[in-house]
């Protein structure tokens, strides 16, 4: 059994990218923003207008794209967002990796 068909269907497409301009073929994943609840041991910062949670996502894509073992010189690209990795995992099923789990960031560029 595969996720693939249902990143295909009903992920958005992406792509890997590196600072020095490689980038990976196109791919379909998941990319849904945290809830206040998950995002409680992510380091937000509580201010005088209320809680800033950094533009933390939940990230899931397929295994051929492991995001777990990049060091930062990596992102992600959806569209018009980007997104740096700040912690990813491999979760298996049996003794095969069935997806990779990460918490991303937006990227937030000055023009």
């Given at each position: 059994m595969s996720l693939k068909s249902s990143f295909?269907?009903?992920g958005r497409e992406m792509v890997l990218c590196k600072n020095d301009?490689?980038?990976?073929?196109r791919y379909f994943g998941f990319i849904e923003p945290?809830?206040?609840?998950?995002?409680?041991?992510?380091?937000?910062i509580n201010t005088e207008i209320g809680y800033d949670s950094q533009g933390?996502?939940?990230?899931?894509?397929?295994?051929?794209h492991d995001l777990s073992g990049l060091d930062d010189s990596f992102y992600l690209v959806a569209g018009e967002d980007k997104f740096i990795i700040d912690r990813?995992?491999?979760?298996?099923?049996?003794?095969?990796v069935f997806y990779i789990w990460a918490i991303i960031r937006a990227i937030v560029e000055v023009d």
């Open positions: 295909k269907k009903y301009g490689w980038t990976s073929n945290l809830r206040y609840k998950n995002k409680m041991y992510l380091n937000g933390h996502y939940l990230y899931i894509g397929p295994p051929d990813a995992e491999k979760v298996y099923r049996g003794n095969n």
